[in-house]
């Protein structure tokens, strides 16, 4: 699969005017896969294009160096600032936010387009559908590489696998130890040649990070716990979500890919925070 070279993705959100200056660090410390959304309330799609645009334009790496994963977002996760016409239909909105990205992003395709989460709580709806033939029709436009889906449960997830003809290759999700770290979609991401891609591994896992064991584990190892999470989380076959706004932490979370952790290890980890339901 082209550019999943990628051990790490740098994401975008919530940095509002800081983006640009972010995400160029980014870029400059290493990072060369971009998570971003065509959704202004959390995302800042401009400030990642003026920083790519910055960065090619200053090192003379070409575009295809770069993954960039964008995401069409309903207008029910957006504030007033909308990418597309609230009016029209799902097809139409999905084709003016994903050339509202390119104008942002200042390129002329994206690697991987997603799907920001279904329409609905359970199952998916026919909205859901529509927009995801859109999205199959920009790929076969040739003006996207890959599909994905967000914040999707295990339910919907086989329903989208089974009913559309291009299938998801990435799948991205908040990622909570006490559930396995998502362990039952993680499953099926296997299973089917899906990339699955964790976010909020720092932050909703805060038992984990001042876990004793985790303590331990850093001191012997001398890595930082943030490392040693996305270490772990690769091994079990998660492609991780840094959004570091801190220089010294992107180059300590681009160092993780070196650290691998023994088998124990692992285990010790997969367990450590298990409980027996799920929020889905
Ligand atoms: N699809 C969705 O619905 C969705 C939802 C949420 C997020 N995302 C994506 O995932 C990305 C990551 O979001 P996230 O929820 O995982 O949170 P995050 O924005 O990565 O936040 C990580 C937090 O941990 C701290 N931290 C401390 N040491 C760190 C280290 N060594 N490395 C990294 N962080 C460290 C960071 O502080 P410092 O800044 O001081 O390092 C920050 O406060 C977002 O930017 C977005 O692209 C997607």
């Known amino acids: 699969m082209k550019k999943i070279n990628s051990h790490i ?5 919530w940095k509002e005017d800081k983006t640009e200056r972010l995400t160029l660090n980014a870029l400059m410390a290493g990072f060369n ?24 334009k200053s090192t003379g790496a070409d575009r295809e160096e770069f993954f960039i994963q964008t995401k069409f977002t309903y207008k029910e ?7 597309f016409d609230p009016q029209a239909e799902p097809a139409t909105q999905v084709k003016q936010s994903f050339s509202s990205s390119l104008g942002h992003l200042q390129i002329d395709y994206i690697d991987s387009y997603v799907l920001h989460g279904p329409s609905t709580r359970f199952g998916l709806s026919e909205r859901d559908y529509q927009v ?24 919907q997830l086989n329903f989208l696998f089974e009913k559309v003809e291009i299938k998801p290759s990435f799948v991205q999700n908040r990622c909570f130890a006490r559930f396995g770290w998502d362990k039952e979609i993680r499953e099926i ?5 899906i990339i699955y891609q964790g ?7 805060r038992e984990v990070l001042t876990h004793p064991r985790v303590i331990q584990m850093s001191k012997t190892m001398n890595k930082t716990i943030p490392q040693i999470i996305f270490s772990f989380a690769r091994q079990i076959g998660i492609l991780p979500l840094t959004g570091t706004t801190n220089r010294k932490h992107m180059e300590e979370d681009l160092e993780s890919v070196d650290i691998t952790l023994t088998k124990e290890q692992v285990n010790s980890l997969t367990n450590i925070s298990t409980r027996k339901s799920s929020s889905f």
């Open 77 to 83: 996760g957006q504030d007033h600032r909308l990418p």
């Open 33 to 56: 896969s971009i998570d971003t959304a065509n959704q202004r309330k959390h995302y800042n799609e401009e400030g990642v294009g003026k920083a790519l645009h910055a960065f090619i």
């Open 189 to 193: 991401c296997k299973n089917n040649n």
């Open 132 to 155: 995801w033939t859109t999205m199959e029709e920009l790929l076969s436009e040739g003006k996207v590489n890959y599909l994905g889906i967000s914040n999707v449960n295990a339910e």
């Open 199 to 205: 976010f909020s591994l720092l932050t909703a896992n």
């Open 9 to 13: 993705m740098y994401g975008t959100a």
